[in-house]
């Protein structure tokens, strides 16, 4: 059977972990001799790579499901939602012609081989108990080209977060060896990348598997060497995990932006004990983070509505972000989830209160961000080109913010920058979230 006259397309839901899985399977199969097309009316076959964090993502991720079965499509569900209701799935989109889960990506090529052969009326491969693992010898076929590129250093999760269903969805924490994350990186930055993002459930556990030890430090200082990439963001990192070695190393590290992104879920202890997070002092973190880490941007998340929090705890949590004053910050409904602790606590918070507090919480980050953002008028600081629109337009992104989840700088220029390089911009105006500046 000739696989060049099949098509193969992939819609992608959920993280930018989800992602990279997107992009591993798009190499498997573009390594076996089968054609990818980004057009899904082209398609025979169309993966849909899923996300089963939270409800609304389940719920979007089966409106694409049953888009392109009723757009004629043979369907592949891999991801998340496979592998969080395996039989009940089947039993629910029987159309479906093959499901695999999380830890079974590499199964991909056999999977749409069976398919064109029309071997198997169905499909199933969903491990039961996942364990994460990386194809180190294929070549991501990358659905997003541009300046910035995730690389995954990590995944699984050890923790056992009260909202989470994470460490049931990916299995244990798995990390990549340092010198095959060096490789794609230098690879990524030879292709033009000159941003990479490293992420992971929790960047900071990274290594622990493997070296024994908390590792990201290192891999930090040796990924600082390559030449080929400007600049390092790290994503989803752990509070407690956080330690001197690893400030230090975001200290020194030329290429390491001075960008934390460290979600706190809440600041109430008995709260966070709720949460099965850990307990610390959270004020003299920040305060060690912003004194260590010259010119540091905090980005932070919260959870408001978890079962028990009463009004008190919010508004702990309230005054403790209006003390914090993040440079970024997003707050969350608690969205009870099957699998989780905390999906049978009592004291669960009725949605009205939920959404009132998520509201209230985001006003005030919306009034200290703007402030934030006021501090950098007539300042110069460093960016990175996103995108040259044909009239001239030119979008950027600050040290200061990770693609997709934070704002935007838009430039006024005679020049013409190259997208990927990183320029000194003068800001001359602002907003709550976005940035206005020249070259």
């Known amino acids: 059977?000739?696989?060049?006259?099949?098509?193969?397309?992939?819609?992608?839901?959920?993280?930018?972990?989800?992602?990279?899985?997107?992009?591993?399977?798009?190499?498997?199969?573009?390594?076996?001799?089968?054609?990818?097309t980004l057009e899904e009316t082209k398609a025979d076959v169309v993966i849909i790579n899923t996300c089963s964090f939270i409800h609304d993502a389940e719920k979007e991720s089966v409106q694409s499901i049953l888009q392109m079965i009723e757009d004629g499509k043979k369907v592949i569900i891999t991801g998340?939602?496979?592998?969080?209701?395996?039989?009940?799935?089947?039993?629910?989109?029987?159309?479906?012609?093959?499901?695999?889960?999380?830890?079974?990506?590499?199964?991909?090529?056999?999977?749409?081989?069976?398919?064109?052969?029309q071997k198997d009326d169905y499909i199933y491969e969903v491990t039961e108990k996942p364990i994460y693992h990386y194809p180190e010898n294929v070549e991501r076929q990358q659905i997003t080209v541009g300046s910035s590129s995730y690389v995954k250093i990590a995944d699984g999760c050890n923790y056992s977060c009260g909202y989470c269903v994470i460490p049931k969805l990916r299995g244990p924490y798995r990390s990549r060896n340092i010198e095959n994350i060096v490789k794609e990186v230098k690879d990524l930055g030879r292709k033009g990348v000159s941003e990479i993002v490293l992420i992971a459930q929790d960047t900071t556990g990274y290594g622990i598997d493997l070296y024994g030890k908390p590792s990201l430090a290192r891999l930090l200082k040796e990924l600082n060497k390559i030449e080929e990439i400007n600049w390092i963001r790290v994503m989803?990192?752990?509070?407690?995990?956080?330690?001197?070695?690893?400030?230090?190393?975001?200290?020194?590290?030329?290429?390491?932006?001075k960008y934390v992104d460290i979600p706190l879920q809440h600041s109430h202890p008995a709260m966070l004990k709720a949460m099965k997070r850990p307990v610390m002092d959270y004020?003299?973190?920040?305060?060690?983070?912003?004194?260590?880490?010259?010119?540091?941007?905090?980005?932070?998340?919260?959870?408001v509505?978890?079962?028990?929090?009463?009004?008190?705890?919010?508004?702990?949590?309230?005054?403790?972000?209006?003390?914090?004053k993040f440079d970024k910050m997003g707050a969350f409904e608690f969205s009870k989830e099957k699998g989780t602790y905390a999906y049978k606590l009592p004291d669960q918070i009725p949605a009205r209160i939920k959404k009132q507090r998520k509201n209230k919480l985001m006003k005030l980050q919306q009034e200290i961000s703007f402030e934030v953002n006021k501090k950098f008028l007539d300042k110069n600081i460093s960016c990175i080109i996103e995108s040259v629109a044909n009239d001239g337009s030119v979008v950027a992104r600050s040290y200061r913010?990770?693609?997709?989840?934070?704002?935007?700088?838009?430039?006024?220029?005679?020049?013409?920058?190259?997208?990927?390089?990183?320029?000194?911009?003068?800001?001359?105006?602002?907003d709550e979230y976005d940035l206005y500046g020249k070259l």
Not at 7 to 29: F, Q, R, T, Y
Not at 317 to 322: A, D, R, S
Request: some cysteine; overall charge negative.
């Open 80 to 117: 998340c939602l496979p592998q969080k209701h395996g039989d009940e799935l089947k039993k629910a989109i029987p159309e479906a012609v093959a499901l695999l889960g999380t830890s079974d990506i590499e199964k991909i090529v056999e999977v749409v081989k069976n398919i064109f052969e």
């Open 283 to 303: 004020k003299k973190f920040i305060e060690k983070l912003r004194k260590k880490i010259k010119g540091v941007a905090i980005r932070t998340t919260f959870v």
């Open 236 to 257: 989803y990192t752990y509070p407690s995990m956080f330690d001197d070695e690893l400030i230090d190393a975001f200290a020194s590290c030329d290429k390491v932006v």
């Open 401 to 430: 913010d990770a693609p997709e989840v934070d704002g935007l700088v838009y430039i006024q220029t005679d020049e013409i920058p190259v997208p990927g390089d990183i320029e000194t911009v003068h800001i001359t105006g602002c």
């Open 1 to 36: 059977m000739n696989l060049k006259s099949k098509k193969i397309a992939l819609i992608n839901h959920g993280c930018a972990k989800n992602l990279v899985d997107s992009e591993l399977m798009l190499g498997l199969l573009a390594q076996n001799g089968i054609e990818i």
């Open 305 to 324: 509505g978890y079962p028990g929090e009463t009004q008190e705890m919010f508004d702990h949590l309230y005054e403790f972000t209006k003390w914090a």
